[in-house]
């Protein structure tokens, strides 16, 4: 089976339409485009030690998510791939989809029976009932069609799990802006969760996530990923970063703020073409369209150095499959967030004026975008007065 692709791959992106990577506006992913800075020097120490786990860095996570049974993995990728060697008596396992295919990916490698259910599925505890997994995977918020459950939701799903010994694994990647609905403090042998600090801190190259799960699971876990995964520099950033609770509240708000302003946007300049219908997490916003759609809408913002990512749903059957040819998801577009709301974000002078220097991307997009729709009306008027 061929490696899976990604959003995010500007070098491939440059390649394919001869634009030089540094000119690309990247909204193929659903990173903070405010990633948490980093402006201090690594102490040589970082660079000279064997990396063994750092105490500052477990007492500062368990602070930060409010739970002590962590491991530390080099992002939560190395867990997603690790879950079938570490649960190897699992034979059937629900998966959402859409979702974040690298799941659904690893555990057919290894010969399981994959359940897909529909992300956006609200009978997801009778599904459960009826098909009694040994593992449900729930993405939450989901990656990509946003669909979010709530805390209550997901300790029905886990209670039914653990009737029969059956796991729940919840990757919440993209869960650090609503921490009222993550799993991540409860204490059960049958639940696993997933943390990142790739897409709220933005600094996926840092490779550091965090999974909460029983000490017989992590002493699995360690054994798959081997010592030293996680280097001293970045064990060291993602430490000051998990510290920094002035940044933390100062960037929740600045992502509301853009989700809110920029799904706006979309829902206004899209309004006249009935396909679309847009959904926002914190990160990104996504809307299912038809395939032919989604493929010009591609072409169309990489002719204007803008990386968007699209989802090809051709072949997939069920009931998975129904209305979802396609589907088109913006990462957040920095810029647009104006002084006036920006002054409530804990008066972080930083944040403004990185905003504030940002602010022709925004501009960029949303008259790239202007400009499709009316092309596309008034290709619509020509066609119809034929
Ligand atoms: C839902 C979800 N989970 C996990 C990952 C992996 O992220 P990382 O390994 O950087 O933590 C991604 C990456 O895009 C994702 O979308």
Redesign the pocket.
């Known amino acids: 089976m061929a490696a899976l692709k ?1 959003g995010g791959n500007i070098n491939e992106a440059a390649a394919l339409f001869g634009r030089p990577a540094s000119a690309w506006l990247d909204l193929s992913t ?1 990173i903070n485009p405010s990633p948490w800075q980093f402006d201090g020097c690594i102490p040589a120490y970082c660079l000279e030690q064997l990396p063994y786990p750092s105490p500052a860095l477990y007492s500062t996570a368990a602070r930060y998510y409010g739970c002590r049974r962590l491991l530390a993995t080099p ?3 190395s867990v ?1 791939q690790a879950l079938p060697s570490i649960l190897p008596e699992a034979r059937r396992v629900m998966i959402p989809w859409p979702g ?1 295919e690298e799941h659904g990916w690893h555990w057919q490698h290894k010969g399981c029976q994959i359940e897909y259910y529909p992300a956006d599925a609200e009978d997801l505890p009778e599904r459960v009932k009826r098909s009694r997994p040994d593992v449900v995977v729930v ?1 939450n918020p989901n ?1 990509p069609d946003g669909k979010c459950f709530h805390r209550d939701e997901l300790q029905s799903i886990l209670a039914l799990q653990a009737q029969h010994d059956g796991f729940l694994v919840v ?1 919440e ?2 869960i650090d802006t609503r921490p009222q609905d993550s799993l991540i403090d409860l204490d059960s042998t049958q639940l696993l969760v997933l943390r ?1 600090l ?1 897409k709220f801190f933005g600094l ?1 190259g840092l490779r550091v ?1 965090f999974v909460s799960c029983s000490e017989m699971l992590k002493a699995k876990l360690e054994t798959v990923i081997g010592p030293w995964a996680i280097s001293g520099a970045s064990q060291y950033i993602a430490t000051k970063s998990l510290a920094d609770t002035d940044w933390h509240k100062s960037s929740l708000r600045l992502l509301q703020l853009r989700s809110a302003l920029q799904l706006a946007f979309l829902q206004d300049a899209f309004a006249g073409l009935d396909e679309f219908d847009f959904k926002a997490t914190d990160f990104f916003i996504s809307s299912y369209c038809s395939q032919k759609t989604a493929k010009a809408l591609y072409e169309y913002y990489a002719s204007q150095g803008i990386l968007i990512r699209v989802f090809d749903f051709s072949g997939v059957e069920g009931d998975i499959g129904t209305r979802r040819e396609a589907m088109v998801r913006f990462g957040l577009c920095p810029g647009g967030v104006e002084s006036g709301n920006q002054r409530e974000m804990s008066n972080d002078q930083p944040m403004y004026k990185r905003e504030n220097a940002q602010v022709e991307k925004w501009q960029h997009f949303k008259s790239a975008t202007d400009y499709w729709v009316k092309r596309q009306a008034s290709d619509r008027f020509q066609y119809e007065k034929k």
Request: proline share 6%; charged share 5%.
């Open positions: 990604h659903g992002g939560s990728q997603i974040y993405i990656n990757d990647a993209f990142s790739g996926p996530g």
